[in-house]
T-cell receptor
Framework: GDSVTQMEGPVTLSEEAFLTINCTYT??????LFWYVQYPGEGLQLLLK?????DKGSNKGFEATYRKETTSFHLEKGSVQVSDSAVYFC???????????FGKGTKLTVNP | EPEVTQTPSHQVTQMGQEVILRCVPI?????FYWYRQILGQKVEFLVS????????KSEIFDDQFSVERPDGSNFTLKIRSTKLEDSAMYFC?????????????FGPGTRLTVL
């Protein structure tokens, strides 16, 4: 079945460092891809999404590009802030299904 | 901003007991979901619900589980006879429309501990 594999954490960075969280997927067809973020004590929030190959999703300085050739959707940010400390989840969804298939999540801690 | 709420935030129960986890979806949303995350594992889809019917469910969602929308605002997940392996964080979500590109909005979760 469909699956998502993402970089295991935790990841600890200093403020203003460059962030990459790797995400690869296995799926039949052409899934839509998502990054969700969970801040402490809150629910998962959609951060960005891409629905077809070569699409780039972006939000709050974060970006991810849908790469069909490498089945990847890596999350990047050029300069992280303390407020970006959270757990980041990569996910996919297939046409015809309502469910999201998630990776395990990567905990990011940004130190001042 | 509207949000999905869940109660309780933490539920402790004895094995074999029934539990009901409660969710209040965003008011104009029509599609509702439950997911769970066992500690250290992936967030897993359990069930989706629309128009008072289950529209999709996973293999995890067996006869021990049921969902209900008892009134116009609540959406509940019932586990009839809890097992140790049901210990997990349970997330409720809702969306306005169906479809893979419509955003699912998640609640903060209920941590269920089965002793």
């Amino acid at each position: 079945g469909d699956s998502v594999t993402q970089m295991e954490g935790p990841v600890t960075l200093s403020e203003e460092a460059f962030l990459t969280i790797n995400c690869t997927y296995t799926a039949t067809g052409y899934p839509s891809l998502f990054w969700y973020v969970q801040y402490p004590g809150e629910g998962l929030q959609l951060l960005l999404k891409a629905t077809k190959a070569d699409d780039k999703g972006s939000n709050k300085g974060f970006e991810a590009t849908y790469r069909k050739e490498t089945t990847s959707f890596h999350l990047e940010k050029g300069s992280v802030q303390v407020s970006d400390s959270a757990v980041y989840f990569c996910a996919l969804s297939q046409g015809g299904s309502e469910k999201l298939v998630f990776g395990k999540g990567t905990k990011l801690t940004v130190n001042p | 901003e509207p949000e999905v709420t869940q109660t309780p935030s933490h539920q402790v129960t004895q094995m074999g007991q029934e539990v009901i986890l409660r969710c209040v979806p965003i008011s104009n949303h029509l599609y509702f979901y439950w997911y769970r995350q066992i500690l250290g594992q992936k967030v897993e889809f359990l069930v989706s619900f629309y128009n008072n019917e289950i529209s999709e469910k996973s293999e995890i969602f067996d006869d021990q589980f049921s969902v209900e929308r008892p009134d116009g605002s609540n959406f509940t997940l019932k586990i009839r006879s809890t097992k140790l392996e049901d210990s997990a964080m349970y997330f409720c979500a809702s969306s306005e429309r169906q479809g893979v590109t419509d955003t699912q909005y998640f609640g903060p979760g209920t941590r269920l501990t089965v002793l």
